[in-house]
């Protein structure tokens, strides 16, 4: 079983309890420990600040075309913009390579928040190594079986789908990709901040009870968000995928190379993970076990960061965007 409560184990009694308050009596998940901080509310404000930061100088052109559109071409050995995906197998590792390009994307941001409560699970190099296998199926476990489906509704639907009316004015003067961006962006984002706050102790934790059945289930849900992504992703190279997999009507194709979008997603994360638990994991333990409330105050901010970015970049800077309110915006952005 993996849980952030684990990093506790073997912490010697001299436990500084005005550091932190601990609610031993609640049912707890992998991202709630029961031991959280008590200056929750600098948590709360710094990553909510990060948040907004981010949203207000990240530039979807520079992240879409010069990072997302140079990657996928140099992993397809030509340009993405413009290649032939008639075929089978190059629409297939298409797929894959613009899921790996599309990690740097605003829709991934969340990715980092579900990677933060697998660091320093373990004291040796080896054994952090390890146990990040089984943590990354559960994620990609959840993500797939999201993205698949979606596939196949996809192959199924065809050209009805949103994501063929681009241009198309919607609700709003917005058109209807944009609203499903929106709207299942500033859901996931809203998620996010919840249970960011359940880390803190502050609100119920939805995940609890599924937990003590299944302890794993926090992961595979958080893969269900990562797969929802592909739901409201406007990303230009995935409009590309979508709208081939539309039109091809092959229920297979749809679900594989979806599939490989979301996991594609996750390699990225995967590497970063490994480095990160290489290069610090062992000084990331010893650092959360030292005071039992920074593993909560870590989650926590990792979450609430995501989240707020989500909602404040997918909802309220669209809407700036469309000049019907004014947000702050970096002028590269």
Known sequence: ??????????????????????????????????????????????????????????????????????????????DAATVSLSGFMIGIVFALATGVAGTFTACNVAVFSAMAPLTGQAHSRRGRLARLVRPLGYLAAGSVAVSATYGVIVALVGTRMPQFQLGSPGTGGFPPVLVQAMVTFGIVGAVLIWLGLASLGLVPDPLARLSARFPNAPLVVMGVLIGCFLIGRPYPLFRRLFHDAAESGNILYGAAAFSLQALGNLVVMGVLLAGITVLAGERLHRWMSARPGRASAMIAAAFIAAGVFMVLYWDVRMLAYRDLIWFPMAPWA
């Open 1 to 78: 079983m993996l849980s952030v409560h684990s990093l506790m184990d073997g912490v010697s009694g001299d436990r500084r309890a005005t550091s932190v308050s601990s609610d031993e009596g609640r049912p707890r998940s992998l991202f709630v420990d029961g031991h959280f901080p008590r200056r929750r509310g600098l948590v709360i404000s710094a990553a909510a600040l990060f948040g907004f930061a981010l949203t207000v100088v990240w530039s979807h052109e520079f992240v879409d075309q010069t990072i997302g559109v140079n990657v996928a071409g140099t992993l397809l050995g030509q």
